[in-house]
Antibody, heavy 118, light 109 residues
Framework: EVQLVESGGGLVQPGGSLRLSCTAS????????VTWVRQSPGGGLEWVAI????????FYADSVKGRFTISRDNAKNSLRLQMDSLRVEETAVYHC???????????WGQGTLVTVSS | QSALTQPPSVSGSPGQSVTISCTGT?????????VSWYRQPPGTAPKLMIY???NRPSGVPDRFSGSKSGNTASLTISGLQAEDEADYYC?????????FGTGTNVAVL
């Protein structure tokens, strides 16, 4: 069974940093692109970043470019998101998801809540 | 990277059909077949319902169908059921960057 489990969320002050992790199981992790998607309370989905199977290609939403860094450790089946200079409006549930071979994000984690507040 | 435009809400009675539109630009929907649709009931993670405009993943009922014309994609739910009540989001690939729609709440009357 494919599973994605996020961790690392919590309360952080504006301007602070946080690192999220996503542990994958049930599939060959290093064969897939994986991504982060966030959802603010009561809001819609917002794509954040994506990384290639070998970690060599990374793409970001304009809103996080230069502040967030996506990375992966294929030996540990782990995806990470380093978030720096966090803003109040980035309070959200952060989901990791797998990009299917034929398109779309076919498996999602339940998400981890990040609260940016003083 | 502006969000794709969806109607805030649509509704229908059980058994009816509803269609959700998703309007983008020539830089996203208009230039790719990588358009997807997701269903998200309250408090749950999104679920992939349609990929590459018209394709349904295994297990998704054939009541769900997708289409695209120009810069607008659409999701049609036929034979509406109570379990279809949820938020629905479209998504498009633009280069190697994704953009989601603003989301549509489907209500079953």
């Amino acid at each position: 069974e494919v599973q994605l489990v996020e961790s690392g969320g919590g309360l952080v002050q504006p301007g602070g940093s946080l690192r999220l992790s996503c542990t994958a199981s049930g599939f060959t992790f290093d064969n897939y692109w994986v991504t982060w998607v966030r959802q603010s309370p009561g809001g819609g989905l917002e794509w954040v970043a994506i990384i290639s199977p070998d970690g060599g290609e990374k793409f970001y939403a304009d809103s996080v470019k230069g502040r967030f860094t996506i990375s992966r450790d294929n030996a540990k089946n782990s995806l990470r998101l380093q978030m720096d200079s966090l803003r109040v409006e980035e309070t959200a549930v952060y989901h990791c998801a797998r990009e299917g071979y034929v398109g779309g994000f076919d498996y999602w984690g339940q998400g981890t809540l990040v609260t940016v507040s003083s | 990277q502006s969000a794709l435009t969806q109607p805030p809400s649509v509704s229908g009675s059980p058994g009816q059909s509803v269609t959700i539109s998703c309007t983008g630009t020539t830089g996203d929907i208009g230039s790719t077949d990588h358009v997807s649709w997701y269903r998200q009931p309250p408090g749950t993670a999104p679920k992939l319902m349609i990929y590459k405009v018209i394709n349904r993943p295994s297990g998704v009922p054939d009541r769900f169908s997708g289409s695209k014309s120009g810069n607008t994609a659409s999701l049609t739910i036929s034979g509406l059921q109570a379990e279809d009540e949820a938020d629905y989001y479209c998504s498009s690939l633009s280069g190697r960057v994704y953009v989601f729609g603003t989301g549509t709440n489907v209500a079953v009357l």
